[in-house]
């Protein structure tokens, strides 16, 4: 049986950007979610403050199946991690460490991705369980500081940089040692159309070929 982090891994080797659909719709989830995964990407996230995120998350999951990792973010609760689940969801992503969250998750086997800014929350987050972290808000700190913490994580971690991350500083956190990144309001904001959605979702996807390659 497949892993949670072998799951993770294996959708970040396909491509390494988790699109954060943050105000989306249900009535045009779907068009949004075909544009950016015919843009190549593997794993979608719907936050729970959006309007009516969960039938959003089932029409995702529905339509794509084991594909495309579908989730929520912006979880806060364990009986969003309930309701996620019911939904069809499997990632888990919070804004912040909450182990009751992180242990929810882990148990019903779904992928735990939770937010972190210092090295106490990040193994806090780890001996709850977490699949993998995000570094959050990313945009409050740089890419020196995720290296700093870079070097006391276990190698391998997959980390995510999450919040101000652009096409064109894509490759100033993977250098830093990023497995990957969450895309907000770089990649969709509410009332763009998914034409525009998917320009936006190629021109991280060429960031992404355009990365070094590792040796």
Excluded: H
Excluded at 151 to 170: F, H, I, S
């Amino acid at each position: 049986m497949t892993t949670a982090i072998e799951t993770l891994n294996a959708a970040l080797a396909v491509c390494p950007l988790v699109a954060i659909l943050r105000g989306v719709r249900p009535d045009e989830v779907e068009a949004v979610g075909d544009a950016i995964i015919e843009a190549g990407f593997s794993m979608i996230e719907v936050p729970l403050n959006s309007p009516d995120p969960l039938n959003s998350i089932a029409l995702l999951a529905k339509r794509y199946g084991p594909d495309v990792l579908v989730g929520a973010g912006t979880v806060l609760t364990t009986a969003d991690v309930a309701n996620v689940k019911a939904a069809g969801g499997t990632l888990i992503i919070s804004p912040n460490v909450n182990t009751d969250v992180i242990r929810a998750s882990v148990a019903a086997g779904m992928i735990s991705l939770p937010g972190f800014y210092t090295p106490t929350e990040a193994f806090a987050a780890l001996e709850a369980g977490a699949t993998g972290l995000k570094l959050f808000p990313a945009e409050g700190a740089s890419p020196a500081y995720m290296k700093a913490q870079r070097a006391v994580l276990p190698k391998d971690l997959p980390l995510l940089a999450v919040g101000g991350v652009t096409p064109e500083n894509l490759s100033q956190w993977v250098a830093a040692g990023a497995q990957g990144a969450g895309l907000g309001s770089a990649l969709y904001k509410a009332g763009l159309s998914a034409a525009q959605v998917g320009d936006r979702a190629r021109a991280f996807v060429a960031a992404v070929a355009a990365l070094p390659k590792a040796q």
